[in-house]
């Protein structure tokens, strides 16, 4: 079992930036898939990026370019970077994990993941 805290949410404006932050309560660094998915109200779960095996990494087209994931593996700590914030951004925030043994592959598909922090809210202001 793994319990998933987020934190690093709040209100930027238009083109500003946030660092969201997820801690583990588990090593998750080796054979754990993380990943950060985004919900605006009235729409689905959307995946924004995950990673596997510290370097493998994906990430969905609308935030490429803008966001990076990251880890630091002493404090079993997830990231988002997020920079040029727009306001279709605005949304809660999750953090998830899944126990795999492969790093490639890694997925953007919320069923994939069996761990799910409460979520952090974003809200991004034109």
């Known amino acids: 079992q793994v319990q998933l805290v987020e934190s690093g949410g709040g209100s930027v404006p238009s083109g500003g930036s946030l660092r969201l932050s997820c801690a583990a309560s588990?090593?998750?660094?080796?054979?754990?898939?993380m990943a950060w998915f985004r919900q605006a109200p009235g729409k689905g779960r959307e995946g924004v990026a995950a990673i596997a095996g510290g370097s493998n990494t994906v990430y969905a087209d609308s935030v490429k370019g803008r966001f990076t994931i990251s880890q630091d593996n002493a404090k079993n700590t997830l990231f988002l970077q997020m920079s040029s914030l727009k306001p279709e951004d605005t949304a809660k925030y999750y953090c998830a994990a899944d126990r795999r043994f492969m790093t490639s592959g890694v997925s953007l598909e919320a069923p994939t993941y069996t761990y799910w922090g409460q979520g952090t809210q974003v809200t991004v202001s034109s």
């Open positions: 588990a090593y998750t660094s080796d054979y754990y898939w």
